[in-house]
């Protein structure tokens, strides 16, 4: 294979990375929600607001910013910039003595992850074709399975061997373990934005048919939207309802393990870190051969029909997971949900990637982002601590209250993505310069 051939995936492999330390800085604090609720006397609707609101709010706000950076000017650039600051943002964390702080360093932490997905979605859009973009997709995705994964595994090995050992560093000798942990994992994240600074290269763009070279603006975006209205309007509320079933479970999973189940911080780690890393990446890389088979096979909407079927396999098994009371049982169920769960990490970005011209890749991206992380990320976790405070009698409440969200937001993803499947499948067509015959709607 020759050295163009192989690069486009070595730049998958930097995508992958940086996506990795993104999804590793922003879970850490799953792992440490005890002991910050601890020492700065915070309750579990504080806590949500600091791993949803927080983070999400300015994520999503930037990633506009970050989108229109992406169409019309270097994708690089603007991702070099974000790891660099969303790095940062999260050592911060570590110095952080009180809820406000806590909560401006998390916002940092969003406004530099906001550059991601543009940049990332944009830049494999133009390094692959369509049909080996499930896979490249799937690829990168995987740094939420391995960055997720880490997140748990890592954070609750770090806790345990900070509070055994109550590490210092120079300059800062009266650390909390969870202190600690923040910066340790912040700020390697500046060796990856060193390492796509120096050996990335900007791709040129691909540019589909009937489009033309002229950089669009904001109001290309809003039309182009607005006709197509049919297709993205259900299409991305039934992706934010299953951000609903993942981000719930990023945020609640361990401490729901750790208080229903009694099990330390490090072997919920081990365990669901395993079951997410291990499981969530073999998924991830299995739905996106499996949709470029499908591609090559000429079902251009494939990412939306493997989609539909996951969402309907993984939701029984989460509920099932969260209302178990053998800790062997749940941990099962969790594993294989996982797994099932993740092949529509990868199948979101070729989703979009489908659906949107070149020059409106990044704005695309942005929005997308929008929906899924303002229901997932911004929501969820504080409507999940809720019902547990309220309805479901405290904190050992927590797994009644993800079990009711999971089910809920499975059902109306499963309707939602129906309804967008068939307008969806013919926008994807008519951007890729096919026609509407019978056989490709077949």
């Known amino acids: 294979m020759k050295l163009r051939e192989v690069y486009p995936y070595y730049v998958v492999f930097c995508l992958m990375l940086a996506s990795a330390f993104s999804f590793l800085d922003r879970l850490a604090l799953s792992m440490l929600i005890d002991p910050v609720k601890e020492d700065l006397s915070l309750t579990d609707t504080q806590v949500s607001l600091l791993a949803g609101a927080a983070f999400t709010v300015f994520y999503v706000g930037f990633a506009f910013v970050f989108g229109r950076w992406v169409d019309t000017h270097g994708r690089r650039n603007a991702l070099v910039l974000g790891i660099s600051l969303w790095s940062l943002a999260t050592a911060a964390c570590g110095l952080a003595g009180n809820f406000q702080r806590l909560f401006i360093a998390r916002s940092l932490i969003g406004v530099g992850e906001a550059s991601l997905n543009p940049a990332g979605y944009s830049i494999i859009a133009d390094y692959f074709k369509p049909a080996r973009r499930g896979l490249a997709t799937a690829i990168f995705a995987c740094g939420a399975t391995i960055g997720g994964g880490l997140a748990i595994m890592l954070g609750g090995q770090l806790i345990a061997w900070a509070e055994a050992n109550r590490p210092t560093l120079p300059l800062l000798p009266d650390l909390a373990p969870w202190q600690f942990v923040f910066i340790a994992i912040g700020l390697p994240g500046l060796l990856v934005a060193l390492l796509i600074a120096l050996s990335v290269k900007e791709p040129p763009r691909r540019l589909v048919v009937g489009e033309k070279s002229e950089i669009p603006g904001i109001r290309d975006a809003l039309r182009f939207m607005g006709e197509n209205a049919r297709s993205f309007v259900p299409l991305f509320a039934g992706y934010s309802c299953i951000a609903v079933i993942g981000y719930s479970f990023m945020v609640w999973g361990p401490v729901h393990f750790m208080r229903l189940h009694g099990l330390a911080a490090s072997d919920v780690g081990l365990l669901l870190g395993l079951g997410y890393g291990v499981g969530g990446t073999i998924g991830l890389l299995a739905g996106g051969a499996f949709a470029d088979h499908l591609v090559r096979r000429g079902r251009i909407d494939a990412p939306i029909l493997v989609s539909l079927a996951t969402v309907v396999v993984e939701t029984p098994l989460f509920i099932g997971a969260y209302l178990a009371s053998d800790v062997l049982v749940a941990s099962t169920l969790f594993c294989i949900g996982m797994a099932v769960a993740s092949v529509i990490g990868g199948l979101q970005i070729s989703m979009v990637q489908s ?37 479901f009698g405290g904190e050992l409440g927590i797994g009644k209250a993800l079990a009711l969200m999971t089910f809920l937001a499975g059902v109306l993803a499963a309707v939602l993505i129906l309804i967008g499947l068939k307008p969806g499948r013919r926008l994807a067509l008519s951007l890729n310069g096919e026609s509407n015959s019978a056989t490709a709607f077949a």
């Open 355 to 391: 659906l949107a011209p070149n020059r409106l890749r990044g704005i695309m991206a942005a929005v997308y982002g929008a929906c899924v992380n303002l229901a997932g990320f911004g929501i969820a976790p504080t409507i999940t601590a809720l019902l547990a405070e309220n309805v």
